[in-house]
């Protein structure tokens, strides 16, 4: 289903150059949405993210808009007074009115207010109602119909132009909702969305085609590990396998060594979320890993926040025992070490029968006794409220994952990370730099940041067409899987056959050897420029160039883009693969030694060429031409 649209994703670097002369001096930018300094969802992390870029861009004329939240304000915003008299009156009358502020500018009289999704919708639809002088742009990160259509396991994609849009949102008692951003969609100067699935999802339910996709970026710099993100991988994974080794005390039967972390994040959106899927596929890797009699253990994490009380007991006893076991083997070896020293001391070698007395079997065979266990390792941390139709616990009760000695498979659901936690004292990125794979098999994704943070930290994972992340990566990487990107076809296949194209997947990850993981994870952090802000950001500036020249085309000018003009962004196939790193220069900490080393592997030389692939940004130099559309 093509959608046509004034900038293409495809010429990420062909985006057209302003004219030097485009002064912003006597411009200001508001940007309003609810997640402004309140995270309630993934548009905080754009805007906290874009925040530091706009700023450069816009300077003391950049305002923040968002809900006055007390507890926020305290830990993420500095009172300030403003040094405009035209504002501080404006913000003495808001508070009079019962309004509070955090912000600051000077005055400026040409206004564009950019309004992310249908919360803070009302405000542009007003400005436009009211005819006020003020550019508007407005963002939806994803349609509210669509988010409730796909959450009623309706065939959403293919049957975009049949639904009745009306009907379906009243159905749903959506409907005043549904008026606001759909009546913000059209009254914008600008309408723009986060991916090439949305918006065609945007044409259909909001009425409009967007004029620009504007792909969410990252902070880089926060994830780069200045050439340690290995070294980070192999001390948090650590960290992940002592806590398995509590967990599954009693039941530790299988090579740590030989175990690799799967993991999915986000909402409790079972289906959107393609829990469902990823589950049903654990289940078939289980089955293949047993019949093909594989070394390797798969665990599985679920970090979804769901309603709890409390951490479960037998969670909690399990790292006591592992801390207890700790204990008992540090007091036998500072006893052994004691008697060790004090033989050499007097020049006798020792009687290894004597390092050990009976008071150390003793206590080492209290603390196994310990460690015995009656039933299995649970398969969630904490006390579910609604345990009996929780929809992961009510799908793993119906597969059969219950963490026994014969699964190859183990699942583990944690419903959220905290660096405070006693049982995984981690926090989100620590926790996914010790991982080996995200897998993120959503049904319905407008962008996709999970898959966006595991891409910068160097971490492989899975994605959907239907997601706008895995739709970019599509169109700027030949071979995606090759750099640790697996795009799982879930628009044009069956849920079935989409169940078994990812356990294929899954089971070759499985199969791949260490050195190729340290390959892929390699190739993975390369990719991060594709999601840096200093590149993604180039769309917003577009979207409010085109804003400011609509609403103003006696001051500003708009230069019309030919999309066919440049290619953009294009990651070619990589020289080996598979990947297999037996001639690297060795990044992780630890190199293994008798794998295959049959092909040769030169991640400098490949790393050059894949930085030869991002292209200068294309200048574009035919004269300037005047919209005629006017507030």
Not at 93 to 113: H, T, V
Not at 116 to 141: D, K, M, N, S, Y
Not at 326 to 350: I, M, N
Not at 435 to 441: M, R
Request: aromatic content about 10%.
């Amino acid at each position: 289903m093509p959608l046509a649209r004034s900038i293409s994703v495809t010429s990420l670097s062909g985006l057209d150059e302003w004219d030097e002369e485009f002064e912003l001096e006597d411009a200001v930018l508001f940007e309003i949405a609810w997640e402004v300094a309140n995270k309630v969802g993934g548009i905080y992390t754009v805007i906290q993210t874009k925040a530091r870029l706009t700023c450069e861009e816009w300077g003391e004329n950049y305002f923040l808009v968002g809900p006055y939240t007390e507890s926020n304000v305290r830990t993420q915003v500095e009172l300030i007074e403003p040094t405009s008299a035209v504002l501080r009156r404006t913000i003495d009358k808001m508070n009079s009115s019962g309004c509070k502020y955090a912000a600051q500018c000077d005055e400026a009289p040409r206004i564009l207010a950019h309004f992310h999704e249908w919360l803070a919708g009302l405000g542009l639809v007003l400005c436009r109602q009211r005819h006020l002088p003020v550019a508007t742009i407005f963002t939806t990160h994803a349609t509210l119909l669509g988010r409730y259509l796909c959450a009623g396991n309706v065939d959403f994609y293919n049957n975009l132009a049949e639904f009745n849009v009306d009907k379906e949102a009243g159905d749903r008692q959506i409907y005043h909702r549904y008026c606001v951003e759909r009546a913000a969609a059209r009254c914008a100067h600008v309408f723009t969305t986060v991916s090439k699935i949305t918006a065609i999802e945007a044409e259909h339910l909001l009425k409009r085609k967007p004029d620009i996709v504007t792909p969410n970026g990252l902070n880089v710099k926060k994830f780069s590990a200045m050439h340690e993100f290995q070294n980070l991988h192999a001390t948090s994974k650590a960290r992940i396998q002592e806590f398995i080794r509590g967990h599954f005390y009693g039941h530790l039967d299988f090579n740590l060594d030989k175990t690799v972390f799967l993991f999915i994040a986000g909402r409790y959106e079972f289906s959107n979320k393609g829990a469902d899927i990823f589950l049903e596929a654990l289940a078939r890797l289980n089955y293949l890993l047993r019949v093909n009699h594989s070394e390797v253990t798969v665990i599985a994490f679920f970090i979804m926040p769901a309603r709890t009380n409390n951490f479960n007991v037998e969670t909690l006893k399990g790292q006591a025992v592992r801390k207890q076991l700790w204990d008992t083997a540090h007091t036998v070896k500072e006893r052994f070490g004691k008697k060790l020293y004090e033989s050499l001391l007097v020049g006798q070698l020792p009687e290894v029968s004597k390092l050990l007395d009976k008071e150390d079997f003793t206590m080492m065979k209290r603390a196994i006794f310990a460690t015995q266990r009656q039933g299995l390792p649970p398969v969630c941390t904490h006390n579910m409220l609604e345990d009996s139709t929780d929809p992961i616990l009510s799908c793993i009760r119906r597969i059969g994952l219950f963490n026994s000695a014969q699964d190859r498979v183990k699942v583990h659901t944690h419903s959220f990370l905290s660096s405070t936690s006693p049982l995984l004292p981690m926090d989100y990125e620590e926790f996914v730099r010790g991982c080996h794979l995200g897998v993120f098999p959503s049904y319905y994704e407008p962008w996709g940041y999970t898959p966006a943070e595991c891409t910068v930290m160097g971490i492989p994972s899975v994605s959907t067409n239907l997601s706008g992340f895995g739709c970019f990566m599509e169109e700027h990487i030949a071979d995606p899987s090759a750099y640790g990107i697996y795009i799982l076809d879930r628009r044009y296949r069956g849920v079935d056959e989409s169940c078994n194209q990812l356990t294929t997947f899954l089971f070759q990850f499985c199969q791949q050897s260490r050195r190729q993981r340290i390959i892929q994870r390699n190739r993975t952090e390369r990719l991060s420029d594709l999601l840096d802000w200093r590149y993604l950001g180039r769309y917003y500036v577009a979207a409010r160039h085109m804003a400011l020249a609509k609403a103003f085309p006696d001051q500003y000018m708009y230069e019309p883009h030919d999309p066919t003009s440049t290619s953009g962004f294009r990651y070619p196939r990589p020289a080996s693969v598979p990947p297999s790193p037996a001639h690297s220069l060795h990044s992780s900490p630890h190199h293994s030694e008798g794998e295959d080393e049959e092909e040769r592997y030169d991640e400098e030389l490949e790393a050059e060429k894949d930085r030869m692939n991002i292209r200068q940004p294309y200048r574009n130099k035919s004269p300037p031409v005047d919209l005629p559309e006017k507030n």
